[in-house]
DNA sequence: AGGTGTGAACACTTTCACAGCA
DNA sequence: TGCTGTGAAAGTGTTCACACCT
């Protein structure tokens, strides 16, 4: 719909989305702001604001019918369609991610493997047999990847970087711990536990000494 | 140091560290706000600014000492210590981030493992042990834990929280799918890959109608 | 000249407050 | 009455531009 979106409005739009699927499965089906935004730890008007940026879906008086509030949540983040996801990097990261059954629920199907290590290449994973990295470009094309998960070492990043996104791909969930440059028109999200937990640590050593 | 530093700033101090000891073992000694800025993907004016917030560290026409600046930041993050920290959860993202060799490099010790399921206690990872989550008080006392990362089921979240926030630990980073709702003393950082490929799915979708 | 440190301008986000509809 | 939708106000974070130091 409207441009500039924030990422904080997206970030919340998923919280209002787990919400709603588990007060419905309840059998509760309609939802003040109020309730949103205790359940999700934000406030009312925050997310009415965040709701209109998107269409009017409430009714005053009453609050935000639950199934369809939900629906729309799902077409506004892209969430009603399957999202062909790569792991690139069958390591111990990868292969946790692979088993976690999270993503699978949200429409996020893991479709391919890749690895370099010529050892694990040809191993079953499930329904999926990693491929070889070399075989990048063939496999993600064959496969119709959307979305590219790394989880290779950081100094294998800028080549295999390169590669995917030259092969069109647009969407890149990075686990390696460096900054990625890549065109406008690709979407890179950095998950970096390092990161967080040094912000835990600058945050504990804060309040130390006061 | 100073008032209410921003999550942003914080995460770019922790980029410039970063830089700063890449380019430090290079055997450069000086670098200026520009340079900082194209190898953290930010501007000369932010880096200034952020540094800003806690001193003037910065030597005018020259730029910053590195091994200074450095040393700085890691004080400011509190990196000049060693972090104990314990794994509640000894499934497979437990394991796979007890494996990871980035937390220890940065002072981030896993001291402690608890789960569960009683046919993993008692198993031995490396130096660690692995504890019944029922003797959670126990452990985390005895081993003086500064930090907990919780990658337990997310039903097992709001009972496990209170027991860890009960015993006096203040910092949590948490990779269960829930909202944390945490005393003012307690910082909580939330990893939560499921929400940052549905921010993708949204970008991806928008981009597609243009 | 070269590059920092910083107030002031700007941009973006959140909160307030209330008109208006069910 | 109850609760949404939204302009306006307040609050935060980023960028600009320049005085000032080496």
Chains 1, 2 share one sequence.
């Not at 119709?144 to 996104?165: C, M, Q, W």
């Amino acid at each position: 719909m409207r441009r500039n979106i924030s990422e904080s409005t997206v970030r919340r739009l998923s919280f209002y989305l787990r919400i709603l699927e588990k007060v419905e499965a309840v059998g509760i089906d309609t939802l003040s702001s109020e309730k949103l935004a205790q359940r999700t730890g934000t406030t009312a008007a925050q997310v009415r604001k965040d709701l209109s940026l998107f269409g009017s879906f409430g009714k005053r008086g009453l609050g935000y019918a639950i199934p369809q509030l939900a629906s729309e949540l799902r077409e506004i983040l892209g969430l009603d369609r399957t999202w062909r996801v790569a792991l690139v990097g069958g390591g111990r990261i990868g292969s946790a991610l692979f088993e976690y059954s999270g993503f699978r629920k949200r429409g996020f199907e893991i479709v391919a493997v890749l690895d370099a290590d010529s050892s694990k290449v040809g191993q079953r994973w499930g329904k999926v047999v990693l491929s070889d990295i070399a075989d990048l470009e063939k496999v993600l094309t064959a496969e119709s990847v959307d979305i590219v998960i790394l989880t290779i070492p950081a100094e294998s990043v800028p080549d295999v970087l390169d590669r995917v996104v030259a092969v069109g791909v647009r969407g890149i969930l990075n686990y390696a711990p460096v900054q990625l440059r890549v065109p406008g028109d690709v979407t890179v999200k950095d998950v970096n536990m390092v990161l967080e937990l040094e912000a835990l640590s600058f945050a504990l050593s804060q309040t130390k000494g006061e």
